[in-house]
């Protein structure tokens, strides 16, 4: 018997087959397109494409797996925020509105002036802003409401994928409050939210705790993948808590650092932690795909995209050497970095809206302290020690709202990196350790479809016996300290610039076509 767990995030999916011991079977990976239809802060996604990546996925996995260990159960886990209008027939009515886009900029406003952000916050787990679904549904109900009267469900990824897999239209807890509509502490949507904004629980998926069967592959679909039809549908969840689950961050003072499109850094907490200093810094809170868990997320939207943005713009030469010898390029490029710490500041601001703290829909990025003797091994080194100065800065925070971190767990394609892991361990003065299965995304929504099938009683049980450690990575003092120098000056940069970027942003508005 085996588990599949399908992640999908921002530009591409992932589908893994595991054994119950947690060993891959078998996996496939495919990228898709960020849509930008050429509006300011505007960014979609073709949910036709997600679901043809996810069938693709899903049979690479299959075949390399082989018929030895069957699937029997099959959990989602996904990007948050997102949203697609669904007819009658299960359609999608347009592009899905994606997780960084910032159109509904407006109606995040009114929401916020009708409710006022404490309110929001206390009850949703999550300050007003316009990345979150529910601005986005107040947006399409204004600017497009022939779609919005058309649409039977406005569905998540999670959910949409589920859905169409054969799964009735269920989301889980941890990606329903990310819409920013879910009521955190009693689970259930929000009618005081839902109604400010004009929208109801019938046009939303039911919630559910991660792990709970809903259905069955459709048989027409089972056939094309290569699958039972009696396989069962489990719900699974939210990105970001499934890769805790997956990386065994069930325990308080333990996060998991997701280094993949986005580097995001998760934090269990054993109850809700809903005060002044969250909220003022846009920390979110919201439940754990584990039984009776919280977490709260931080994030850059800059993690991988960053070196994607380096790969296409700068390197065409390692792209070429790469096909030709059959090997990584982001290997290649890491391979090129300076040994030491650099004197160049990157603020990873390049995305239309930036990560936690801030939440800046007008900031941009900025390499500071480039001479003509900088070197690209010092370029590509700077662009992660900014990307990971903002996390430390998170982490920061996260210590005067009363959350304390002891280790890091790291996930993702960026967990691969030796490198990558000692240069956090050295910014964050934290351990930080890779663990045996790094796809823990995928692992925790198996972790999932095995809970719904009554493999084990507890996820979070499950969980604590699968997850081995592989290696730790302690901080070196020597480095350590460089960087405590350097976080000093990087903490100043957006502080300091911060006006001038606004003039940038207004600059760019006004030149636009």
Request: hydrophobic letters at 45%; one cysteine or more.
């Amino acid at each position: 018997m085996s588990l599949m767990g399908v992640d999908v995030g921002t530009t591409g999916l992932k589908a893994v087959i595991f054994r119950e011991s947690g060993e891959i079977l078998g996996q496939g990976y495919y990228e898709y397109p960020l849509i930008h239809p050429g509006m300011s802060g505007w960014v979609e996604l073709d949910s036709e494409q997600i679901w043809e990546a996810t069938k693709a996925a899903i049979r690479d996995a299959v075949a390399q797996a082989g018929k030895k260990d069957p699937v029997k159960a099959i959990a989602i886990s996904s990007m948050g925020e997102t949203v697609v209008p669904l007819d009658a027939n299960g359609k999608p009515l347009m592009n899905a509105i994606a997780n960084l886009d910032t159109r509904p900029k407006a109606q995040a406003q009114r929401l916020e002036q009708t409710l006022g952000q404490w309110q929001v916050f206390s009850v949703t787990g999550h300050p007003v802003h316009p990345m979150y679904t529910v601005p986005k549904l107040m947006w399409l109900q204004e600017e497009r409401p022939q779609i919005f009267e058309r649409a039977w469900k406005f569905l998540c990824v999670q959910d949409l994928i589920s859905f169409w897999l054969g799964g009735e239209p269920v989301i889980s807890w941890s990606m329903a409050a990310r819409t920013m509509g879910f009521d955190v502490v009693r689970k259930v949507w929000s009618e005081k939210v839902l109604s400010a904004a004009g929208l109801t629980e019938t046009q939303l998926p039911r919630p559910s705790p991660s792990g709970e069967p809903i259905g069955t592959l459709r048989p027409s679909l089972a056939h094309e993948l290569g699958l039972s039809p009696q396989v069962v549908i489990a719900v699974g969840g939210h990105d970001q808590p499934c890769g805790c689950l997956g990386a065994g961050v069930v325990r308080e003072g333990l996060a998991m650092d997701a280094i993949g499109t986005v580097d995001c850094l998760t934090v269990v907490m054993a109850q809700p932690v809903l005060n002044e200093t969250m909220l003022q810094n846009n920390f979110c809170c919201y439940p754990h795909v584990a039984e009776d868990l919280y977490v709260t997320v931080t994030w850059s939207w800059t993690g991988g995209i960053l070196l994607r943005w380096y790969r296409d713009t700068f390197a065409s030469e390692e792209k070429s050497v790469a096909a030709r010898m059959g090997v990584d390029v982001y290997d290649l490029i890491v391979a090129q970095v300076s040994k030491t710490p650099t004197n160049l500041f990157v603020l990873p601001h390049f995305t239309p809206t930036t990560g936690t703290p801030w939440m800046d829909t007008q900031s941009k990025g900025v390499i500071a302290g480039l001479t003509i003797s900088t070197t690209r091994g010092e370029f590509v080194r700077a662009l992660l020690e900014g990307v990971n100065y903002e996390i430390r800065l998170n982490l920061e925070l996260l210590k005067e709202a009363g959350i304390t971190i002891h280790e890091i767990r790291a996930i993702g394609g960026g967990a691969k990196s030796r490198f990558w892991l000692q240069l956090k361990a050295n910014i964050f003065g934290v351990k930080v350790v890779s663990l045996h299965v790094s796809e823990a995304a995928c692992f925790g929504a198996a972790l999932a479809a095995g809970k719904a099938i009554g493999k084990w009683a507890s996820m979070r049980e499950a969980a604590e016996q699968l997850v081995k450690v592989k290696e730790v990575f302690e901080p070196d003092p020597k480095e350590v300290a460089l960087y405590e120098e350097r976080f000093a000056l990087y903490r100043d940069l957006y502080p300091t610039l911060r006006e001038w970027l606004y003039r940038v942003h207004r600059l760019g508005a006004t030149n636009a076509p």
